[in-house]
């Protein structure tokens, strides 16, 4: 199982949060989210992030030729695409070299209707909470929907997982679950984690859950 910590912004913070067993990092290319980080210098992440934890891009709905240039630029190991982008657009990014994670909005089985497009197009789906907004909501839908999802692109769990859900993270299987992804729930503000709830939180669930590392 992976770990991805999501809207990292500040230079201490990504080093204090690279710290903990963690597999990836996510950081928001999106210019409306609180968590925007495209002012960043690159040079940064290089000299507060370890080398042993992957770096993620989010974008919603950017040009192929901007998510590209920013996956240079950062050297990003792939991109989340949290918007509505096509099919052909995952493909034509996934043939570039980067790792893509196509997020889709749930709140209802059929949502996950949607997915049977992307099918082959990318490495891994990430199912978030439905809401007006692009992710970062800090709210919850019902896992038990995902029990109908019967494709081949294993997933993330996302949306609003918090230190109350240890217990159910050690329940939930699906045999295509291949990691959670952990944001707002962990903020002291947006784009700065609480490094102690985190580091909590993973001692919690790697007690049970031994292959999470």
Known sequence: MKIKVCGMREADNIYQVGQ????????????????????????????HLPQTIQRIGVFVNEPEENIWNYAQRYNLYGVQLHGNESPDLCLALKAKGLCIIKAFSIAEDTDLDVCRAYEGTCHYFLFDTKTPFYGGSGKQYDWSILFSYQGQTPFFLSGGIGEEDVERLHHFFHPLCKGIDLNSRFEMAPGKKDVKKLRHFLSRLSGKTSDLY
């Open 20 to 47: 903990l067993p963690i597999h990836w990092m996510g950081f928001i290319f999106y210019t409306s989210s609180p968590r925007y980080v495209g002012n960043l210098s690159p040079d940064l992440l290089q000299l």
